[in-house]
């Protein structure tokens, strides 16, 4: 393929999204009308953001290139230089997506607050004005919480393209997402405020039925929004890894979301708001993601850069904490929160930790192999005998000389160990195999969540209080 046309968009490919965005701008015409369909017109939104990113990632690869903003693939006999931080496109593409579906979300609502036709002409009785009924017709809270999101998704975007430009190492830009993540707890504590949680039945009697957790609530919530996009950054360097984890956890939160819109819950179900709120956010999403699968996808033509992962792992903190399910949330994220705890050895530095630990490539095989931190040292003899431990029941592997000292060790990630566990593969193998894994335990995490939660609470909150599990 000459460079020319690997950077446009066959003619195929133009018709089809022309068709798409078609159809979705004519969807998103008619939903302006009667009280509006916010659903249907965030659908569009998202068919019409697939169309927009897919093309701007194609168009944009040299301009980013000739930028700097380029990566080498490690996992290909030639190293091709490609470009990275496709993931600001995605970012860019969203938040315009999402500021201009303002009035379509809240279409229903300003034409109730302009007195029912749209117009502001009808006259208000003084005391009317005065006691500012007006203002309480509009929902300026559920306004404020959407906008929050979107600056909380703003910091973040702004911060993560920083980190593409100039490399920050990752022990500062741990921090960068607790930036982001301001706004939206302050529209949470003046909106919501809930610090309450509540207590499974057999520990009922010694905490009563629900335990205020005050400001260690807040703290848990920076913390996820702390969490949330390291995790995504850190399973990461094979191609696709980074949106395909994105995307599974994305689907599975929509789905969730479904189970509590009409008509398979009793209407109005006190979290319907929430989860409206939380599809406004996740149906654009895959929509970009999408298109930048396309593109990431073994064998890559882009790479998605730190932006991607922050911006992916942010949305995921605003629709948890900001729709109130930020425990579900953590369910799905099973396999991250395993990654980062199976890492911190490295991270801490007990184990040393190379600026890179993707897996390797084996030129001769073609295949991925557990790639391997050296050991110039000895380890301390509690850490040699952490290591052997954890050789024992192959959670790790070791090589050792002659003399039976540890020579090399791999690196703790949960790539390297399936590979440890599975032997050498190729790469698009072991993403599918990335996938299938995030799959299985995001169900089994919603599983648990509305049915095993059952065991130990009282009850699931989709058919009965307000309280998330
Ligand atoms: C994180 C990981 C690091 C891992 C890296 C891979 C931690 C603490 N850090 O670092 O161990 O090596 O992600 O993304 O866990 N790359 C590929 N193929 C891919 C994707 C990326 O070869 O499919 C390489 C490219 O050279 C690309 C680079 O990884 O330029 C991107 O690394 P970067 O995102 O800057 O690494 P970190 O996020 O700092
Ligand atoms: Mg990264």
Redesign the pocket.
Known sequence: MSSTTSNSLSRRESWRLLILAGACISILVNTFQGDGAPLIASIAFSGIVFAIAYSLIRWLGPVFIKAGLKGRDMAKPRKPEIPETMGAVCAIVYLLALIFFIPFAFYKDIVAATSGGGNRDVVLEVQHVETGRMLHRFPHGRLASYLSGLLSLQCIVILGIGDDLLDIRWRHKVLIPAFGAIPMLIVYFVDFGVTQVVVPVPLQPYLGPVVDLGWLYYAYMGAVAIFCPNAI?ML?GINGIEVAQSLVIAILLIANDILYLAPITPFPHPATDSHLFSLYFLLPFVGVSLALLFHNWYPSKVFVG?TY?YFAGMVFAVVGILGHFSKTLLLLFIPQIFNFLYSTPQLFKLIPCPRHRLPKFNATTGLLDASVTEWPTQPSPLIATGLEVLHQMRLVRITKNEKGEIVESTNLTILNLWLVWMGPMKEDRLAWSMVGVQVVCGLLGLFIRHRLALLVFREDNRTFGVFGV
Do not use: H, I, L, S
């Open positions: 950054n990461a730190d992962c």
